[in-house]
């Protein structure tokens, strides 16, 4: 998969899917066990029932959660009376989380589970590279250092010193693969609907009839295109390129790939908005006569010179 090109760039994918992953199963081994409990509940609840009577402040240090996050999680335990508050006898203003009845009868009856999901848990991360000990490793070089500190000097080491940056490996495939299809989708939403305010309608028009294309940069998705069969030849459609690549050269890169598959192919033409109409010029095609508003956006019609 493309994704997985990019190796340390998806660490937080694949961590996002691996806690998804973790999260569905802990919750239909509790549904399983007729049991009405949410897996994301189980920090506050565990925390509750160690520490009697603590504050939110208090609360959201000890799981590691935001303010609002802590607060959002405590009004739907409260919800499900599994929570209530009481003034703190020394502070009136501070106000004190407790577990109710209801929610300690409910942890008699988690206990058991947890302790059969905590033996899962340890084999399946009982590997040769011990996943607890490494995620406690990376947070430990975070505290030392965070991930924006580290990219921010890393950059202007390079700023500095050009010829320790790194290249830029633009590759352009034809699309396979449906799931590279939705990601070459995205992108072309992102620049023309979101940025240009064409209409989803109007932009995925004739998608199903069109041959696409994925561009990436190191292994991360950048650009998309497609091109149509037409009665009068090959018409290249919808280039797009990610507002943090352009000028990279990948819009150019997408263009080459498909004018070489399209090489047999008596003519090739495109519609281009009239402001990108030099980029065209540039990379081997020339204006028509043909101008016309499409979408709101003046484009010219403009045809590659064999």
């Known amino acids: 998969m493309v994704l997985e090109k990019s190796k340390s760039l998806v660490l937080g994918n694949l961590l996002q899917r691996l806690t998804e992953n973790l999260r569905k199963e802990a919750q239909l081994f509790y549904r399983s066990q007729n049991i009405d409990f949410e897996p994301k509940w189980f920090p506050v609840i565990y925390v509750l029932s160690q520490k009697k009577g603590i504050s939110v402040v208090e609360l959201s240090q ?8 802590t607060i959002s999680l405590l009004k739907e335990l409260e919800k499900k009376e599994l929570i209530g508050s009481a003034k703190d006898t020394k502070d009136e203003r501070k106000r004190l989380i407790t577990l109710t009845e209801k929610a300690n009868e409910l942890i008699q009856q988690l206990q058991p589970l947890w302790a059969v999901m905590t033996q899962a848990l340890v084999e399946l ?4 590279n011990n996943l607890y000990k490494a995620i406690n ?9 965070n991930l924006f500190d580290r990219m ?11 010829a320790k940056a790194v290249d830029n490996d633009i590759k352009v495939e034809k699309i396979e693969d449906p799931k590279l299809e939705s990601i070459a989708f995205a992108i072309r939403r992102q620049v023309f609907v979101e940025e240009q305010n064409v209409s989803q309608e109007r932009e995925s028009m004739d998608d199903a009839e069109a041959i696409h294309y994925l561009a990436t940069v190191n292994g991360l998705p950048a650009g998309a295109a497609r091109y149509r069969i037409m009665e009068k030849g090959a018409k290249i459609e919808r280039i797009a390129v990610l507002s943090s690549y352009r000028g990279k050269k990948v819009g150019e890169a997408i263009l080459k790939k498909i004018v070489e598959d399209l090489s047999q192919e008596k ?12 980029f065209y010029i540039k990379n081997g095609f020339k204006q028509t006569n043909n101008y016309f508003l499409d979408a709101g956006i003046e484009h010219v019609e403009m045809d ?3």
Do not use: C, F, R, W
């Open 62 to 69: 000890e799981i590691g959660y935001s303010h609002p996050t």
């Open 137 to 145: 490793e990376v947070n430990q070089n975070l505290k030392t250092k």
């Open 125 to 128: 991360t009982d590997t040769e």
């Open 304 to 306: 590659l010179v064999k």
């Open 152 to 162: 921010t000097t890393i950059k202007e080491m390079n700023l500095n010193n050009p």
């Open 267 to 278: 003519k090739i033409y495109l519609y281009a908005q009239v402001n990108a109409s030099p």
